[in-house]
């Protein structure tokens, strides 16, 4: 048992002590200006000490336009939120974890942003759903502006100088980039959020350019040895049971594009990861990716809260495993899982309000 999750790995040359990772999970708690403080020192810090071999952060945003997403979600723009995050770096590599930013424009699913009053994504579509309540939203989604060519130009700007601040200055170890759960660069993805016929929409393959086109900016500026990852969903959190019209076949152009441009692992989220990825096939869409893109390290998330769980996934189709809920209980879940020892469930004050949690208590 568990023979695979302890093994080491890497990730573009830099070394990973065990195939476990913390998921990204928006905490929504940094200050209204979106600076990291010693609370976030902790909480991180803690899921590095508790023997995670990498910790994925929650979203971060990208820009003083259109892309924050949450009240109180951390920025990575100003020198203040910059310097922030250096402090939560530094607290985390003293544990020996590799993290990883994870960079997000909310698009339409924005429902707070200091900088602008309204909402842009890839056409004028009001999102389906409800705004999140426990990050401190209510009622409809607002009806966004459709981007321009200069708005999107400025938008993979920002990924790109984001990921420099994140890695140069910040000091982590790479980016991800949130391509998925219904986002901006998954509002592009996605066949009924983006209605463009210019070249950003069309086809599965024609609404994937942004985020290719984000991919190479963020390589460019990085350079070709920082980890450079990205995630990828059918599932949104407006839109839960989503699935890709274009089936298997559009995962398989989807997945295989991403590794044509370069990145160092495809993260693949799905409610329930072993579950398969469409109702006319068996395989789970790791098992896709894993298919697709042969030579790219494959990240799997979604209900793996056993290390039994996690180790069937890496068995048949992942090289690691990103944990989310069951890290929040458990923020020593690789510990726990290497001495066979219980795990907690999660509490049910965790998720609501998750600014109030206590990383002392979890
Ligand atoms: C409180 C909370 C916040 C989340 N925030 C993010 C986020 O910022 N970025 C992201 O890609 N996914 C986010 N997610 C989704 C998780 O990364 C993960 O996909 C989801 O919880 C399913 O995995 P699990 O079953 O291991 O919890 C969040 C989930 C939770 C519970």
Same mark, same amino acid.
């Given at each position: 048992m568990t023979s695979r999750l302890f093994t080491p790995a890497a990730l573009n040359g830099t070394p990973v002590k065990n195939r476990a990772m913390v998921a990204p999970m928006t905490r929504?708690?940094?200050? @209204? !200006?979106g600076v990291p403080g010693e609370m976030m020192q902790r909480y991180y810090a803690s899921f590095a000490r508790g023997g995670f071999g990498a910790v994925i952060s929650e979203g971060i945003y990208v820009d003083q336009? +259109?892309? %924050? !997403?949450? #009240? =109180?979600q951390p920025g990575i723009v100003t020198d203040e939120q910059v310097a922030g995050w250096r402090g939560v770096v530094e607290a985390v590599k003293e544990q020996d974890a590799v993290f990883i930013a994870q960079l997000i424009h909310g698009g339409a699913?924005? %429902?707070?942003n200091i900088y602008r009053r309204s909402t842009a994504a890839p056409s004028a579509v009001k999102p389906v759903g409800q705004q999140l309540s426990f990050y401190h939203g209510q009622g409809d989604y607002a009806q966004p502006e459709a981007m321009s060519d200069r708005q999107i130009q400025q938008a993979i700007d920002a990924f790109a100088a984001s990921a420099e601040r994140a890695v140069n &200055?910040? /000091?982590?170890d790479g980016v991800e980039i949130?391509?998925? *759960? /219904?986002?901006l660069l998954d509002q592009f993805l996605t066949d009924y959020t983006n209605q463009r016929n210019? &070249? +950003? /929409?069309?086809?599965i393959e024609a609404r994937l350019r942004l985020t290719l086109a984000v991919i190479a900016a963020v390589r460019a500026k990085v350079g070709p040895e920082t980890i450079v990852g990205v995630r990828i969903s059918q599932?949104?959190? *407006?839109? =839960?049971?989503?699935? +890709?019209? @274009?089936g298997k076949a559009g995962a398989v152009k989807v997945f295989a594009q991403l590794q044509a441009a370069g990145v160092d692992y495809i993260h693949v989220t799905e409610y %329930? #990861? +072993?579950?398969? #990825?469409?109702?006319? /096939? @068996? %395989?789970t869409f790791a098992e896709i990716a894993r298919e697709a893109a042969p030579d790219t390290a494959i990240v799997v998330n979604g209900g793996l809260d056993t290390g039994e769980l996690a180790e069937a996934q890496l068995e048949k189709s992942a090289d690691f495993v990103a944990i989310g809920k069951a890290a929040l209980a458990n923020h020593d879940w690789p510990a726990r899982v290497a001495q066979g020892a219980a795990l907690r469930d999660l509490p049910e004050n965790v998720l609501s309000p998750v600014a109030n949690i206590k990383p002392s208590e979890v």
């Open positions: 929504i708690s940094a200050s @209204e !200006t336009a +259109w892309s %924050q !997403t949450y #009240a =109180f699913l924005s %429902q707070a &200055r910040a /000091g982590f949130h391509s998925a *759960n /219904g986002y210019d &070249r +950003w /929409g069309g086809d599932g949104k959190v *407006n839109d =839960f049971h989503h699935k +890709w019209k @274009e %329930q #990861a +072993w579950q398969p #990825a469409f109702s006319d /096939g @068996e %395989q």
